[in-house]
């Protein structure tokens, strides 16, 4: 049997036809929800709401420029994006996102910058959609045990590009970084923000981005804590932030005394000798999934 019976039902689906939007669309697809999920990159491209089910950026190229309504925009035009963490230097505030550029990463092997990207392509694309104020479509893949593919993808609506750069990244390539804001008036997010691994890079404090404080410690730890503030523009340190290596209890707080346990070995299942039931009025202090 196919390990990805999924990739075997998108052939067939294409080749006849069977997808629900052929053509690329800008924008909000009818039928396609705010919150709507998707256990394969593949369910996303049978629907149209995402062209590939590999590449993070789906766009349309120059072959729609002279299409009605089309004649006035820059081709290439990202439409959809997808982040799922497989770029060390992509940045998920939820209603703002820092989405890395395709290319030079070892998607395959340990997610690793590898190469210097170049504004072709997807890359291009994105930076079209900035000059041209076209919105996306954002998708957010997370791990998802119970999928068949270990992830689940949820539509998290409409962004636009407003800001576009290129500089070196955490491994010393350059990358380019697109800024995306969420547009207003939409349903609100359900999803949490993308995490991102960024295996064993060790940067150096002094690089790295909104530094505010090299050691809030202040020497009291072996090993400095930076602080960083990526919100902020120009980023500004924490104000009345005092740091202690030990627990501090004001004096107005009382602290009850340890209470004495019970003898059960195992699980507390006799509401009659179990201490911790008597305590509680005779009843154990269960819920039927047996957690406090």
């Not at 962004?159 to 609100?188: A, I, M, N, T």
């Amino acid at each position: 049997p196919s390990k990805r019976p999924d990739l075997k039902a998108l052939t067939k689906m294409q080749a006849t036809n069977a997808v629900l939007y052929l053509e690329k669309r800008i924008g909000h697809l009818p039928g396609v929800e705010v919150g709507d999920q998707f256990y394969s990159r593949a369910e996303m491209v049978v629907l149209g709401i995402h062209g590939h089910w590999m590449k993070g950026i789906d766009y349309m190229g120059s072959k729609h420029q002279d299409k009605p309504g089309y004649q006035d925009l820059i081709f290439p035009l990202a439409t959809c994006i997808v982040m799922s963490g497989a770029y060390e230097d992509d940045f998920d505030k939820a209603d703002e996102i820092i989405y890395t550029g395709e290319g030079g990463n070892n998607l395959l092997g340990n997610g690793h910058q590898k190469t210097e990207q170049t504004l072709l392509r997807g890359n291009l694309a994105l930076k079209n959609s900035k000059d041209n104020g076209n919105p996306i479509r954002v998708i957010r893949g997370h791990i998802e045990k119970n999928s068949y593919t270990g992830k689940v993808y949820t539509y998290d609506g409409l962004y636009k590009v407003v800001d576009c750069l290129s500089e070196k990244g955490v491994r010393g390539h350059l990358v380019f970084k697109f800024r995306l804001k969420r547009l207003e008036g939409q349903p609100p997010l359900t999803t949490s923000r993308v995490l991102f691994n960024r295996g064993d890079v060790h940067m150096p404090i002094s690089e790295l981005p909104g530094l505010v404080c090299r050691d809030i410690s202040y020497g009291q730890e072996n090993i400095p804590i930076p602080a960083t503030n990526l919100v902020d523009n120009p980023p500004v340190p924490p104000s009345g932030f005092v740091y202690s290596k030990s627990l501090q209890i004001p004096e107005y707080i009382k602290i009850p005394a340890d209470s004495i346990g019970c003898n059960c070995k195992g699980d507390c299942s006799s509401s009659t000798h179990c201490l911790c039931a008597v305590h509680n009025g005779s009843d154990l202090p269960y819920v039927s999934l047996c957690n406090l």
